[in-house]
């Protein structure tokens, strides 16, 4: 009779906490990419969340599960810093290079006490009014950042303040983030690294060198270089920018008259005024096309050791859907995590977030691309979606201003998150999740549960 009690008991509080998190996803502005969240059966949903919590009790215990009530409730309710202690780096001066267009940054920024000189464009200063301690304009900082460092370094000279650590958010702004670093006796990456981490065909070489598996690739400076580089890799393909970003100008490729058409189209369009990213160049790179489920991986790294990583989500073949966390096996897992350990020792990267993209193929894992910088993905932008949804726990946010303070961030494993979701795109572009459009979302006891629901959904006659 006791057992009957205390059974009844613990499902009467899971159904509270149920509530709490069906709370807590719309407090939490649950958007994910451009997606236009719904769900297809309300009920369905509210079971699935019941399914994921009881499995997460069986898992990780009672008390872990009210921690994650509580810790949701001061990060959205009273708004404070979830588990850090600011008492470390509060007051701390830390100088951000670009990114000014991602206020929830600097809003957690504010949160924890550090003070944050923003460098950036001056038309970025309208936009973060009130949210940095001091804003640093450099005109033409798109451009200048990238050819002209040394005049960014003259700049900050002028604020006369002694900064405690040095980041940035935005991929473009990597190499200038490790002279700053370097020229100030901050934290940070070698410019070399930094350099090599934002150069995709240099990435493929140091690779190659290391031993690590790569697809065949060449590089194409020039429109006489196609022949050499189709010959190299052949056919299917993938062409993309060396310096490319947000899958722009990037294109699957099934043969020589494609290619040369897509070059030609890409070289013209590419114009260094509306993305600055291409000051850097705009040489191509044409890869093996790899075929398999795209993985997100993150890392933390500090003083050259990988302190922290989590699988963050799972695309299908054809990017029609996207699982939190990710439907792998343990093996998967670490096949994944070795490769992405070692390239980014390869590289040489010793400091701050790394976000990783890889392919997992039929041949094992390979690597697609490595930023040294914060994914612009759905768990990092809000503590609440890693916190409800993250495989382990942290705060990204955070742990870019620790980790740029030459501090290690607290951090802590678990073995799975408090729900797993599947969503399903239902226009998918040939970008993927670049786009906007209905997604409809799926909960279960774990990712393969969420995943099989959203593809019974699909299968339906009236979809």
């Excluded at 802590?412 to 795109?425: G, K, Q």
């Excluded at 999740?433 to 995943?451: H, K, Q, R, V």
């Amino acid at each position: 009779m006791f057992c009957i009690v205390l059974h009844e008991q613990l499902h009467f509080h899971i159904r509270r906490c149920v509530f709490a998190m069906v709370l807590g996803i719309r407090m939490a502005n649950l958007t994910i990419h451009s997606c236009a969240i719904y769900s297809p059966s309300h009920v369905n949903t509210i079971k699935g969340i019941y399914s994921s919590l009881s499995h997460y009790v069986e898992v990780e215990g009672w008390e872990h599960l009210l921690d994650v009530v509580a810790q949701g409730a001061k990060s959205e309710l009273l708004r404070v810093p979830p588990f850090y202690s600011n008492e470390l780096i509060q007051g701390k001066k830390l100088l951000m290079v670009g990114g000014g267009y991602i206020p929830e940054f600097l809003s957690h920024a504010k949160l924890l006490g550090v003070e944050i000189y923003l460098l950036d464009d001056p038309k970025m200063a309208h936009r973060v009014e009130g949210r940095v301690t001091r804003f640093i304009p450099v005109s033409n900082f798109g451009r200048v950042s990238i050819t002209d460092p040394e005049a960014v370094l003259n700049t900050i000279k002028q604020t006369n303040t002694n900064f405690d650590g040095v980041f940035t958010l935005v991929e473009d702004e990597g190499p200038l983030t490790a002279f700053l670093a370097r020229s100030m006796n901050l934290t940070g990456n070698s410019e070399e690294a930094s350099w090599i981490a934002r150069n995709k065909y240099k990435m493929r070489n140091v690779m190659r060198n290391a031993n690590l598996p790569v697809p065949k690739f060449a590089l194409v400076e020039k429109e006489e270089d196609l022949k050499a580089a189709a010959e190299t890799v052949g056919f299917p393909s993938f062409l993309k920018p060396v310096f490319g970003v947000a899958a722009s100008f990037a294109s699957k490729v099934q043969n020589m008259d494609e290619l040369k058409k897509l070059y030609k189209q890409f070289q013209d369009e590419m114009d260094p005024s509306n993305h600055s990213i291409y000051w850097y160049g705009e040489q191509m790179i044409l890869e093996e096309m790899l075929e398999g489920t795209e993985i997100q991986l993150e890392m933390l790294v500090h003083k050259g050791k990988i302190v922290f990583h989590c699988f963050s989500s799972q695309y299908s073949t054809h990017r029609d859907w996207l699982v939190f966390p990710v439907n792998l096996t343990e093996q998967q897992k670490d096949e994944l995590f070795n490769l992405a350990a070692k390239t980014v020792h390869a590289i040489g990267l010793t400091n701050g977030v790394v976000h990783i993209e890889m392919f997992y193929t039929p041949k094992g894992p390979q690597m697609i691309e490595l930023n040294n910088r914060l994914s612009r993905g759905f768990l990092p932008r809000r503590f609440t979606h890693q916190l409800l949804f993250g495989e382990k726990l942290t705060d990204y946010f955070a742990d870019v201003i620790y980790l740029a303070l030459g501090m290690e961030p607290p951090a802590y494993n678990r073995t799975i998150p408090p729900l797993s979701i599947a969503i399903f795109l239902e226009n998918p572009s040939a970008n993927g999740w670049e786009t906007e459009g209905p997604c409809s979302i799926f909960f279960g006891a774990d990712p393969s549960s969420s995943l099989e629901q959203g593809l019974q959904y699909q299968a339906l006659p009236s979809k």
